[in-house]
Each structure stands twice: as C-alpha cells, then as structure tokens.
C-alpha cells in the first residue's frame, strides 16, 4: 500500500476535521466533468468552493454534509469553520495533481476515504521493546493510497519511553546500512544512551516539577551527544517518525507511510517522496525532552513519564 504523512488535525479548533475536508475536496475535483481543469490550479479549485458557497444543490455545500464536525454534530456556527477547511484542503489537492504518485488515482477516479482508528501490526523490533501503539499514520486513502496529513511546524513524533527505544533500534540500524563508518560499537553506545534517556523519561512519573526537571535536563544532555556526535542519524530518526515503516513491518505494510505532506496556509504543500528522497523531510536537527503534561491535582507529582518530541521545520 503506497502511503502518505503529513497535518495535524484541528478539528477540535476549527469545527471541522481537515482529513474530511480533503475527501470532500478531492472527491469532487476528481470526478468531476471538468476534472483535468479544476485540478489544474488552486484557483480553480477555490473558485468552485466559492461557487458551491450560494448553492444548495451543490455537493460541496455546507447544507449537503453530514460528516466531520466536532463531536458528531454538524451545527451552524461550524459552517465558517467548514469553507476555511475546504479552502486549504484546496492547496493540498492542487499539489498532489502534480505528483506524479496520484497520476493512477487521477485517472480512475479514486474515491478518498478517512481512515479513522485503522491500526497495522507492529514489527518484532518494536514488540521487544514493549511498545505497543499500533495507530496507523495514514489518516486518509486514496484508492490505495494512504495520506497522514500535517499543517504547519507540526510534532513529527512524541515518544514515550518504549516507543523511543524502538524507533532508535531501527534508526541505528539504517543507519549502520547507508553509513559504513557507522559501527555496531556506535549502535550500541547510542543505544545505551537511548536507554537511559528513556528510565529518566519514566522516572518523571510520581516526581515533582523540580525532580522532573532535573530528569529532563539530563535526558536532554544524552540526546544532544547522540546527534552531536552521529551526523545523519536522524535522517533515519526521522524517516522512520514520518514512516513506520519500521514499527509495521516495511515499505507497503499495513500503517506504514512512503510520503510525507505537509500543508502551510496558502500555499503548496510540501510534498516529501520517500523512495526518491526528493524535497527531504524537514526536522529540527535534534531531539527534544519534553515534561510530562500529567499532574495530580492534591500531590502535585506528576502521573505519566516524560516523551521525546520531534519537531518538523518549515525552514
């Protein structure tokens, strides 16, 4: 299955989820009777929503939908929030009618579809460091491809302290393949490291602010020597955030993802094509250790461990 990451959904924001928005917009321009001229720009696209606006009888309009507002229940004040979603969805849109991976689904039509809770299988690796999350990363499918969408400088990854282990194993292992000055030896020096950023994660939970604190600074000083001194591993850190395709068990496995895109308002998305490795995708070039959101409200200590964040760049 060829997929695809990129947005964060905000549909808790805006009224209106973006992945329902993108199946609209998509499902329309593509079947179409103007088909090859409505998706030949953004213009385009955003002058039909504008059209559907002050018709009823049009498929796009707010009257016609009955999915993908905020708990379930379409109301009126969610229609602004509507045609704004219908609006950068149309960029979006307009950028995958000049990618060549949506040539196929173009041509015969293919119907979008959001996925919902789809969830793939996790890989051995990840099974031996007892992570668990299998959530899907494609967040929509076209046909047989499958979209995971984010807007903006969005988290490429938030870890806890199972799932980060997992990721670097394979990371580590990557980048052992395409960097022979990168030795088993180094592995496993990062891996160390990796283990004990992640007890310090843990040990986050049931401390106080300051404890965690001092976690966190220690945990952070480990995962800079990890990208100080290994240039290009989180090339494979981040591939691999972006992906899955090591937690679910390869390229085309069930939850994994081959593209990444990503929205910005008005304007094209970035579009990141992992087989050719064109437009990279782009990450901050290190880890961060983030606190705990979790509080108890009479003790104050915290009740869940601490997470590494990858954070994309629009740089």
Do not use: C
Not at 8 to 18: M, N, R, V
Not at 106 to 126: C, F, L, M, P, R
Not at 156 to 168: D, F, G, I, P, V
């Amino acid at each position: 299955m060829l997929s695809f990451i990129g947005f964060l959904t905000e549909a808790t924001k805006s009224g209106y989820s973006d992945e329902h928005a993108l199946a609209r917009v998509w499902d329309h321009a593509v079947q179409h009777k103007d088909a090859k001229n409505l998706l030949s720009s953004h213009a385009n696209l955003k002058a039909e929503i504008e059209k559907a606006k002050t018709d009823t009888s049009h498929p796009l309009n707010f009257a016609n939908q009955t999915e993908g507002f905020t708990g379930g229940e379409k109301k009126p004040e969610h229609e602004e929030a509507y045609y704004k979603e219908l609006h950068h969805a149309a960029h979006a849109v307009a950028g995958f009618a000049q990618h060549p991976a949506f040539e196929d689904a173009i041509k015969n039509k293919e119907k979008a579809q959001v996925s919902g809770a789809d969830a793939g299988s996790v890989s051995d690796t990840w099974k031996k460091h007892g992570a668990k999350n299998a959530t899907s990363k494609a967040d929509v499918k076209i046909g047989k491809i499958g979209l995971s969408l984010k807007k903006g400088a969005a988290q490429l990854m938030s870890a806890e302290s199972n799932e980060l282990r997992a990721t670097y194993d394979h990371a580590t292992t990557q980048h052992m393949k395409s960097n022979p000055n990168f030795t088993a030896e180094h592995k496993q020096q990062v891996m160390d490291k990796i283990h004990q950023i992640g007890k310090h994660m843990e040990a986050m939970k049931g401390a106080d602010l300051a404890t965690q604190k001092q976690h966190q600074a220690h945990a952070q000083k480990l995962a800079d020597e990890i990208h100080n001194d290994h240039s290009g591993l989180m090339d494979h850190v981040a591939h691999e955030a972006a992906t899955g395709q090591g937690k679910f068990g390869g390229q085309g496995s069930t939850g994994s993802a081959d593209v990444l895109v990503t929205t910005h308002a008005g304007v094209a998305p970035h579009i990141h094509d992992v087989k050719t490795n064109n437009s990279p995708i782009k990450v901050k070039p290190k880890l961060r250790i983030a606190l705990p959101k979790g509080r108890d409200k009479t003790t104050g200590l915290g009740t869940r461990g601490g997470n590494a964040k990858l954070d994309y760049s629009t740089n």
